[in-house]
């Protein structure tokens, strides 16, 4: 069943959502050796729905270049290269590799994160639509799995029936991570549909975002775990020369992983075997204390098939992580598998694991965590090995599927009456998968892959690319930025509070921005009478600057603030305005008794009007006067009710050249672009001069300082 009805889109059979499409976008690979709840859950799904798995993208500095030596990430680029990175890994199930990202999560520079951020996004964005119109997929479910990142760059973007952000750790506390990770995250959970989380600590901290949070807690894959309890196979090699009792841990021995714990007891237990299977932190120096024992093993990653063979070898199973911040909010994931292969498991008492404790051995220090690893193994039974296998089951992933199949009926049920039917994927044709089976056996890169791929991007993403060269470099237009500049220094001057800022007619947000980026600890509002002007904005703001900057539609002829602002700004705004009176008095209105006012208007006979006339065509658009006099805005502010504190003319000489530069190149056809390229770095220098020296008694525009005077 399909969109455009309330019914229950539940399968009878298997308690199951079913016919639907679901573009999963993952923090994870699809072939990542130790599988992750997305991997199992859409697994599930896709017994009953089309799945598309959405990798995370390469980066070109470590995935792409290592592609030579890793076959995995050798295996995705090729992909790329030769089908648009569509694999198909079961009838319902495709698994997609978009192009190599440009690393950004180490940039400490906000604004050049943001840009880097911003291109990266538009590159997924387009890929996955396209992509996802090739396989034709219609109003599908989009689930978020841990990536804001580039979920917040689909959300809402590719026509979804539902959004759904599943949560499974702390992601603020996550080591490395760029700090303005978090306002992403809650951004994303905050427009999303439904949340899933997989510990209760996590649901208490998104629904803070959203109140449809929910908590579901990981499972297991108990068919191929409980194998471990009956195998018949050959001890794993690399464990045969290993002394009994043995106890062991699967996963990354990383920063959550108690390295100190472990050492504290295989120091106690010499007669032990510690042994520790999965991918190892290098460079971590806890981590490499225990290379130094000799009764600590270091197995290595193993094939997620082998690994009921090494659980069978064990006598006891480990989940010795660090008690803080990060692993408050987890579910070991390795719980219910242990449990499904039937063995006792010690563990330190993070929250998720605390009301488990008739169930396994809490420790939480080096003495305790001893003497449970003594009486887990002298209490072990294969009546507790059964019971452990039962208690398993129920939480099964398939189960998990069922439970959230049914939460995202729920929010179906109330969404889909309310969608646009001519939209609707009712009655439309499903697209056959046009791509080949997987995994392709490359034994080497093709030749020339690195080239294509470059090809590809450059073709496909030209204009994309274009935009980056621009914002790397910084605004082309050259009047902006050195308006921005002068009003950035002028307030900075100001020895005024600034904590709300208003400012007023922002049109594309460049200005509300660059104010929230440079002025931290402000709060700027930027409001337009153009409905599109403040979607755009937000777009542009919403992933990076979070809660410090917003955009509101409002028109300065009827502003809905009163006593709200410390400062108001309106930058070459006036001259559009009608009655700028009116809404000079209600700027008046909505700034705080005391609060700043800074109006920044072109003056009337500029330069290039009265000594290149060809230039008007290029500077006058919607204008409904012909700029200002000094004394008429100077008249027009006073009669507001301000108290003029300075005033002064920008864009003096060395602005009026870098303008007039930058204006002449851009609007000559054929080589404009060319001269802009050859023109903008004079222009620029040209333009810092004139922010550089202030307002003063000549320019093209206008800068007013003005009070709210206080009533006595």
Known sequence: MYAGSP????????????????????????????????????????????????????TYASDYLGARSDPRLRHKLTSWCRHGGLTKRSE????????????????????????????????????LRRTVDRVGFRRPILWISFNAYYGAAVLGRLGEAVSVYHCTDQLSAFPGLHPFVSDIEQWVASEVDLVLTSS????????????????????????????ALSWKGPEPGDLRSLAHPRAGFIGGIEFRFDADLVAYAAHQMPSWSFVLIGLVQEG?????????????????????????????????????????????????LKLHEYLAAGLPVVATPIPSLQNMADVIY?????????????????????????????????????????????????VLRVKEPLLDPDRSAAGKPRAPYLVPDAPIADSRLPLGAYLRLG????????????????????????????????????????????????????????????????????????????PTNVTACRTAARALLGRTVDFQQADLADLPFSDRFDVAVCVDVMEHIPDDG??????????????????????????????LPMFKKHTVSDHVRDEYLPKEIVAKVEGAGFRVDSFGATFGPAGEIAFELNTFSAGLPIIGQLLTALTYPVALALGYLDVAAGAGARGNSFLIVATKSVVP
Request: include cysteine; charged fraction near 25%; aromatic fraction near 6%.
């Open 200 to 227: 209760e600590v996590l649901r208490e901290t998104m629904a803070r975002h959203n109140p449809n949070s929910r908590f579901v807690p990981n499972g297991a894959d108990v068919e191929l775990f409980e194998q």
């Open 92 to 127: 319902n199930l495709l698994v997609w590799s978009p192009p190599p990202s440009i690393p950004f999560n180490r940039v400490k520079n906000r604004l050049l994160f943001q840009r880097l951020l911003d291109f990266n996004q538009a590159i997924f964005r387009e890929s």
């Open 582 to 611: 009116a809404a000079l008095r209600n700027l008046y209105r909505a700034l705080k008794p005391g609060g700043r006012l800074l109006v920044h208007v072109p003056m009337r006979h500029q330069l290039q009007w009265r000594l």
């Open 455 to 530: 090809s590809a991007l450059s073709r496909r993403h030209k204009g994309l690319i274009k935009q980056l060269t621009y914002q790397l470099v910084g605004d082309l237009n050259i009047h902006r930025r050195v308006r921005i500049a002068h009003v950035l220094g002028m307030l900075r001057s100001l020895q005024c509070p600034q904590d709300e800022i208003l400012d007023a007619g922002c049109g594309q947000g460049a200005l509300s921005i660059a104010l929230a980026s440079a002025l931290k600890g402000s709060r700027v509002l930027g409001v337009d009478i153009e």
């Open 362 to 410: 809490l420790a939480d220090d080096g003495p305790s965590f001893v003497e449970a690893l003594q009486r887990a193994a002298e209490e072990d039974s294969p009546r507790r090995h059964e019971q452990r296998r039962k208690m398993a089951q129920s939480h099964d992933w398939g189960a998990r599927a069922v439970e959230i199949s049914h939460a995202l009926d729920e």
């Open 7 to 58: 019914a229950s889109t539940l399968s009878e059979a298997a308690g199951l959502i079913a016919g639907r499409d679901i573009v999963c976008v993952s923090i994870m690979d699809w072939d990542w050796p130790f599988w992750t709840s997305r991997q199992h859950l859409m697994r599930q799904l896709a017994r009953r729905n089309r799945v598309l798995f959405v990798d995370p993208p390469l």
């Open 284 to 332: 971590n120096p806890e981590v490499d204390q225990l290379r130094a024992l000799p009764n600590v093993h270091f197995l290595g990653l193993k094939a997620r098939t082998e690994l009921p063979g090494y659980l069978a070898s064990l006598d006891v199973s480990l989940i010795p992580y660090k008690i803080n911040e990060l692993t408050r909010g987890i579910y070991p």
